[in-house]
Structures are given as C-alpha cells and as structure tokens.
C-alpha cells in the first residue's frame, strides 16, 4: 500500500530533519542527543501486570498522571513503562517516582515497534490524547493488547477523516476505548463507524485540583506581593512582552510576576534590566530587594502553582505564537485568565470563554488594557474568578470515570 509507504518515509525523514538541524536548535539537539544515549535493558524483568504510558510531551504527562497515580494506588504491584516523544517530557521526568522504566519512543518503524514490545510485554497500552505513531498502534493491535486513547479531541481536518484517511482511520478502530473530551469529537468517530467512544472530559482538570490541594505557601511571593493585587504573566514568550510593557502605566499599583516559558538567561536578563520596571530575579531575591521590587521573574522550575495561589488575573503566554499554554492551572485557583487568539484547538480556552471565566484578545494591548480594567473593577474580577475555578470543579471526575470503565 502507498500510504503505509509513505507514512515511513515522512517519519524517516522527520528523524533525518531533527538531526541536521540539532547543531542549531536546542530541542532538536535534545531529541538527538536522548535517543544516541538512551539504552533499552537487555531484558525487562516483568513481575506482574505491566502497563505502558506513551506520552508527546510534558502536557500530555500532566494528563496521563491522574491515572498511572489511581493505578498506583489501586494496584500497588503493577509496573509502569512511560515513554515521551519530547525532550521537554522526558528531561523533567526522566526519574518518575512512580514509573519502572522512562524512556524515549523507538522510531516508528514496524521492526522497532516489534522489539519494543517484545521488550517490555505490556498488558495495557494507553496514549495520550494526539499522539499516534502508526506502526506501534498496528503492532499492539496485531498483539491484542488491550489499547485505550486519554483525553482525546477530534477535529475534521486530521488525517484519519481525509479522503486518504482510511489506513489511518482503521488504527483508530483497534482501540478498545477511545475517551475523548467531548460530544464533536464522539459525533466525528461514530460518523466514520468508530462507536467504542466515551466523553468524559480531560483528566488534567483532576490534576489541577491535586496541584491545588497540596500547595505550598510560598515565603519569597507572599513577602513580594505584599498588599498589592498580584498580576501573573504565565508561559510568557518574547512574543509576550508588549503585554508586560502595557501595564507600566500601573507598575506602582501592582505587582508583576513572569514566568518565562523557557529559561532563556538572555530573555530573564532583558525582563528584568531593560522593560521598565525594578525587577529582581526569584533565585536572587532577599527581603530587602522583594520590598521594593516591581517584577519578579520565576527564573526556576516548580514554583508557579504556588504563584497561581497568591495571583489576582493571570496572563497565559502562547496563544501569540503556535497555541495558548495550561490555562486550567490558574483557573483552578480562581483568578481570571486572559489568553491570545491562539487557543481554538484547546477545549478547555474555548470553555473558560463561554463561562466568562476567561477572555482572548487579537492584540497584547487590548490584554494589558483588560488587565488595567480588571484591576479597576473588583466585582469583575472576582466573578471572573469565580467562573474558572467552578469550571475547573464541575467538569473534574475523567480519571475516575476511565477507571471504573476500564476495569
């Protein structure tokens, strides 16, 4: 067949891409430099029921981990394989307390896919919401391994639903669930006979409410905020920046915490030197410098939920560039969240919209004017607040939902 084909040729020539251009692109030398290093074991000592995660990136772990966690729990015995796509997913959680084995996909090729399973024998097969590598799915059907998809979303334009979709499609049939997010994506698999199809929404939204709950208070955000409203500027990217330059109006009303989505020393140094405002990076702060501080720039891992918690209104970097980042995890603490035209393919934006517990905009202008707007009115701000968190806990429940339907 001439799909299949050329299905292994784009990913061959994907892989063949990535490596010429990892001497000038970081991610890409990640990508490389992971899968030369990674080793498989000789032979996986298999004890029990072993379970495989599979997994794009860090977002699609977040969603992911409600359920290995319940699985944990419920079976403490059971192994847990977790494989990444990215680098940036497997770098942060390449020592997973609660996986066996971590490690990068094998290139989707039907050899690899064959060893890879051979390897590791796995019981149950679960993948995360857009990630399908085609040879490894044929693989675990051919097998007859129990195979499910989390949290998916369905849209019309993707291959499965092309007039060249049927190879594609067919993979889609040898899920034994597939538990999607909501009623458009069961209506588009079941228009095309894909019927073993349950909404139930995302389990990030579980996760978030477990971030929540086991937050810690945080000394150095709480002595920077003093009695001020706490402005948050999320996964912010230079694209961001004329949002940030949009509320020097108000640097002596308020103050302002980035959180730069990557830790790029150049960026961290220009937010806090040269945009206007007497800023001071988080590993560097005192008491003294935190008391007179305007900005304070997260320039660390693992502390913006804590940030989340003190925050007033909450600005979501991405949605200027190739898509808005995690807008649940400030919704979930009530703060209203404001985002960029990018965020349509995201149900949860496309929610928090319809609640009135966010709100996008074309421009970082009429973001920071929005911001000043909020900040002016307090009954607003606090409906707006309200609104997120409450979407956030009623439509929570998908983990236990998977479980109870997959046991």
């Given amino acids: 067949m001439l799909i299949p084909f050329f299905y292994s040729c784009s990913v061959r020539a994907y892989s063949t891409a990535l490596q010429l251009a990892s001497p000038f692109v970081k991610k890409a030398a990640l990508w490389t430099a992971g899968r030369k290093k990674q080793a498989y074991p000789a032979t996986f000592e298999k004890k029990g029921k072993t379970v495989w995660f599979h997994c794009a990136s860090l977002g699609e772990f977040e969603?992911?981990?409600?359920?290995?966690?319940l699985y944990k729990r419920e079976e403490p015995s059971v192994q847990i394989i977790l494989t990444f796509f990215s680098p940036s997913g497997y770098e942060v959680r390449k020592n997973y307390a609660h996986a066996d084995w971590v490690g990068y996909l094998p290139h989707d090729t039907p050899a690899r896919?064959?060893?890879?399973?051979?390897?590791?024998?796995?019981?149950?097969?679960?993948?995360?919401k857009y990630e399908f590598w085609f040879?490894?799915?044929?693989?675990?059907?051919?097998?007859?391994?129990?195979?499910?998809?989390?949290?998916?979303?369905?849209?019309?334009?993707q291959v499965f639903?092309?007039?060249?979709?049927?190879?594609?499609r067919k993979c889609l049939s040898g899920f034994r669930l597939l538990f999607v997010q909501d009623e458009r994506?069961?209506?588009?698999?079941?228009?095309?006979?894909?019927?073993?199809?349950?909404?139930c929404g995302d389990t990030r939204l579980d996760r978030v409410i477990e971030i929540r709950d086991q937050v810690q208070e945080n000394e150095k955000i709480r002595q920077f905020k003093r009695d001020k409203p706490l402005v948050i500027l999320g996964s912010m990217w230079p694209a961001d920046e004329a949002v940030l330059s949009g509320l020097l109006?108000?640097?002596?009303?308020?103050?302002?915490?980035?959180?730069?989505h990557n830790l790029d020393e150049a960026f961290i140094e220009k937010l806090c030197h040269n945009m206007g405002f007497n800023g001071v990076r988080y590993t560097r702060a005192g008491s003294?410098?935190?008391?007179?501080?305007?900005?304070l720039v997260l320039d660390t891992m693992g502390q913006l939920a804590a940030a989340y918690y003190y925050g007033d209104i909450v600005y979501v970097g991405g949605g200027f560039g190739k898509a808005v980042h995690n807008t649940m995890e400030p919704a979930v603490f009530g703060n209203p969240v404001l985002f960029g035209p990018v965020h349509t393919r995201f149900y949860e934006a496309v929610n928090l919209r319809k609640c009135k517990g966010g709100a996008a905009f074309a421009t970082q202008a009429e973001i920071a004017e929005c911001i000043r707007t909020l900040l002016a009115h307090n009954e607003e701000r606090r409906y707006m607040g309200?609104?997120?968190?409450?979407?956030?806990?009623?439509?929570?429940?998908?983990?236990?939902?998977?479980?109870?339907?997959?046991r």
């Fill in 135 to 157: 040879h490894m799915l044929y693989a675990v059907q051919e097998r007859q391994i129990p195979l499910y998809l989390i949290s998916g979303l369905f849209r019309p334009q």
């Fill in 185 to 199: 994506s069961r209506g588009l698999l079941e228009r095309y006979g894909i019927e073993q199809v349950k909404v």
């Fill in 288 to 295: 003294a410098e935190l008391a007179s501080a305007e900005l």
């Fill in 63 to 69: 969603q992911a981990r409600p359920l290995i966690e």
């Fill in 113 to 128: 896919a064959r060893a890879f399973l051979d390897l590791f024998r796995p019981d149950e097969v679960w993948f995360v």
């Fill in 249 to 260: 109006s108000i640097r002596n009303e308020v103050c302002i915490l980035v959180a730069p």
């Fill in 161 to 168: 639903f092309r007039s060249y979709g049927a190879w594609f």
């Fill in 386 to 406: 309200k609104q997120a968190r409450e979407y956030v806990e009623t439509h929570a429940g998908a983990t236990r939902f998977i479980w109870e339907n997959t």
